[in-house]
């Protein structure tokens, strides 16, 4: 008979996720998802199979988490396309500065942190992150075809193109983050993103 679990999977599933994000996965070590979760090395073997495996649920979970706010403000039929990407950027800003390392600087986004660590050599990495780019560049095309159709949106670029420009905006904003902008050059790159929606 199987013993039962002592412990709170999903509570586990965060703290590795919160590891991996702050160190990134290849100075992400066993101990140190041992030490972030409570766990002794055999009990997240038994459950997570793998540090690769824990990594793996670790990143979908995060994906999950940050996708349900981004869908929300990027459907809200109640603002117009502009207002929505506005609110898009001022939630990255907040983020970055509500997500912290030990040493208070910023640790980003763990899935861009993703892409430029692994993306390229981890085949369900980037499957993974490849599926959350089309989703988000989804949400990205609704909003600014809200905006062409309300009038806050008057840049005759297609919403494609657009959709990858504000995606690309906001990784850079977080890699800015992470070198260790402050608040202020984060909303100035915001707002002339902005300006190139409705030039």
Same mark, same amino acid.
């Given at each position: $008979?199987?013993? *039962?679990?002592?412990?709170?999977?999903?509570? !586990?599933?965060? !703290?590795? $996720?919160?590891?991996?994000?702050?160190?990134?996965?290849?100075?992400?070590?066993?101990?140190?998802?041992?030490?972030?979760? /409570?766990? /002794?090395?055999?009990? =997240?073997?038994?459950?997570?199979?793998?540090?690769? %495996?824990?990594?793996?649920?670790?990143?979908?979970?995060? #994906? +999950?988490? $940050?996708?349900? *706010?981004?869908?929300? #403000?990027?459907?809200?039929? +109640?603002? *117009? /396309?502009?207002?929505? =990407?506005?609110?898009?950027?001022?939630?990255?800003?907040?983020?970055?500065?509500?997500?912290?390392? %030990?040493?208070?600087?910023?640790?980003?986004?763990?899935?861009?942190?993703?892409?430029?660590?692994?993306?390229?050599?981890?085949? +369900?990495?980037? @499957?993974?992150?490849?599926?959350?780019?089309?989703?988000?560049?989804?949400?990205?095309?609704? !909003?600014?075809?809200?905006?062409?159709?309300?009038?806050? #949106?008057?840049?005759?670029?297609?919403?494609?193109?657009?959709?990858?420009?504000?995606?690309?905006? =906001?990784?850079? $904003?977080?890699?800015?983050?992470?070198? /260790? @902008?402050?608040?202020?050059?984060?909303?100035? #790159?915001?707002?002339?993103?902005?300006?190139?929606?409705? *030039?």
């Amino acid at each position: $008979m199987a013993r *039962p679990r002592t412990f709170d999977e999903e509570r !586990a599933l965060d !703290a590795a $996720m919160r590891a991996f994000w702050a160190n990134g996965y290849e100075a992400t070590s066993t101990q140190d998802l041992c030490e972030a979760t /409570g766990l /002794g090395r055999s009990s =997240i073997y038994n459950t997570f199979t793998s540090k690769h %495996d824990l990594f793996r649920r670790a990143l979908s979970r995060y #994906i +999950e988490l $940050m996708s349900v *706010p981004q869908a929300e #403000i990027l459907e809200d039929a +109640e603002r *117009p /396309g502009l207002e929505r =990407i506005r609110a898009l950027f001022a939630r990255t800003v907040d983020t970055e500065f509500d997500h912290r390392g %030990d040493d208070e600087s910023s640790i980003g986004c763990l899935t861009v942190n993703t892409v430029v660590e692994l993306a390229r050599r981890d085949p +369900e990495a980037a @499957a993974l992150v490849e599926r959350d780019l089309d989703f988000r560049l989804g949400l990205l095309r609704v !909003a600014l075809e809200a905006g062409r159709r309300d009038g806050t #949106i008057t840049t005759r670029r297609d919403a494609d193109a657009l959709a990858r420009f504000v995606n690309a905006t =906001i990784g850079g $904003m977080r890699v800015s983050a992470q070198a /260790g @902008a402050d608040r202020a050059a984060l909303e100035s #790159i915001a707002d002339t993103a902005l300006d190139a929606l409705r *030039p």
